[in-house]
């Protein structure tokens, strides 16, 4: 069990490093921990979603906004970019946290470490591996399971505000439309009084 492990940590047949070179580059005596794996994917993972969601796709969603307002188009993406990296790196160590992954991933590390070159067999407590797998599994899922409802309720209230501060813009939006059009109308009517006043400034007494 300790040296299959070991295998699909260092020598993956398919499996990238964290710098993309492929498991065959690293040295066999030389073993990622897999809390500096995490680490990695966390990373690689905001660095492909930033690049996904590029300034040129978000001003292309927002295109009439960004003609009148390029300068504030940029604020906003860099600080709507800013706040989900914050946000993500956030959601990850909370998760590291309530889970304990750092300590759980070091002691597994060193449980493969411990187990290289065993030859006999791993012991079972009940000898029955499908019982012991579930005895196992099944608390670590269930925490899984508690600690997803719990974020999941968080981010549906996160949403909730969001979604009544969108709301909310846009009514500001409408009513600074709103607001134009009067003081536009209000323009044209005083400078067609003007030209009325003008106009009869110039008559012939």
Known sequence: MAEASDVNVGGGC????????????VPPDMTISRVKLLDTTVDTFLQKLVAAGSYQRFTDCYKRFYQLQPEV??????????Q????IQEEVSDIKAEGNLEAVLNALDTIVEEGRGRKEPAWRPSGIPDKDLCSVTVPCLLRQRDALQR???RQEAENRQLADAVLAGRRQVQELQLQGQARWQ???ALHKGRKELVAVLKEPE
């Open 84 to 87: 989900l990296q914050t946000s």
């Open 151 to 153: 974020r999941l309720q």
């Open 14 to 25: 398919e499996e990238k490093g964290p710098e993309g070179s492929s498991p065959e580059s």
């Open 186 to 188: 209000a323009w044209q």
């Open 73 to 82: 188009t940029r604020r906003i993406y860099d600080k709507l970019v800013t």
